[in-house]
T-cell receptor, first 111, second 113 residues
């Protein structure tokens, strides 16, 4: 079993749609969680951190369920510019950080 | 401001040729630096990390090596490239040491033919 698992997609959605991505992790000692966005042939960039209380940034909402070891990202009112790969990232603290990346979920938003 | 620069951005190399990828950090001192590789359709794999000059830790056995000749410079090398070395190489550091937020350079895309 992979330490961080994501649905690879691709997700093909029309503009204006709501799309949800899921991620599960296996290390119950994981402490911090992120969603990164990676555009084609570019480096990953932080989209948002994920907190147990849930957090929202404009059209993006991230949720964490520690009991189920599950993370989600919801994108409302999708834009063409949201087309990218979304990476789920999980950190465990073992002295330093152990950072594990999911393989990513590919999103295509079409007009 | 804090930035990471990687060079070169793209390269195509024949099998058996040497490799040198450079990562330079600006706006910080004594950073912990990391080399990741992203193969097509796969997640990021940690290759090496360095906590200081001359200090290198390897995460996976492979055909590659790393060096930290200066505080803000991290180099990835190979003496003889393999086809399987193709990929997108990313240098990174933890911008937020409390949360573990990683910040990446622009990456170096290597194709071995």
């Amino acid at each position: 079993r992979k330490e961080v698992e994501q649905d690879p997609g691709p997700f093909n959605v029309p503009e204006g749609a709501t799309v949800a991505f899921n991620c599960t992790y296996s290390n119950s000692a994981s402490q911090s969680f992120f969603w990164y966005r990676q555009d084609c042939r570019k480096e990953p960039k932080l989209l948002m951190s994920v907190y147990s209380s849930g957090n929202e940034d404009g059209r993006f909402t991230a949720q964490l369920n520690r009991a189920s070891q599950y993370i989600s990202l919801l994108i409302r009112d999708s834009k063409l510019s949201d087309s990218a790969t979304y990476l789920c990232v999980v950190n465990a603290r073992t002295g330093g950080f152990k950072t594990i990346f999911g393989a990513g979920t590919r999103l295509f938003v079409k007009a | 401001s804090q930035t990471i620069h990687q060079w070169p951005a793209t390269l195509v190399q024949p099998v058996g040729s040497p490799l040198s990828l450079e990562c330079t950090v600006e706006g910080t001192s004594n950073p912990n630096l990391y080399w990741y590789r992203q193969a097509a359709g796969r997640g990021l794999q940690l290759l090496f990390y360095s906590v200081g000059i001359g200090q290198i830790s390897s995460e996976v056995p492979q055909n590659l090596s790393a060096s930290r000749p200066q505080d803000r410079q991290f180099i990835l090398s190979s003496k003889k490239l393999l086809l399987s070395d193709s990929g997108f190489y990313l240098c990174a550091w933890y911008r937020d040491s409390n949360t573990g937020e990683l910040f990446f350079g622009e990456g170096s895309r290597l194709t071995v033919l």
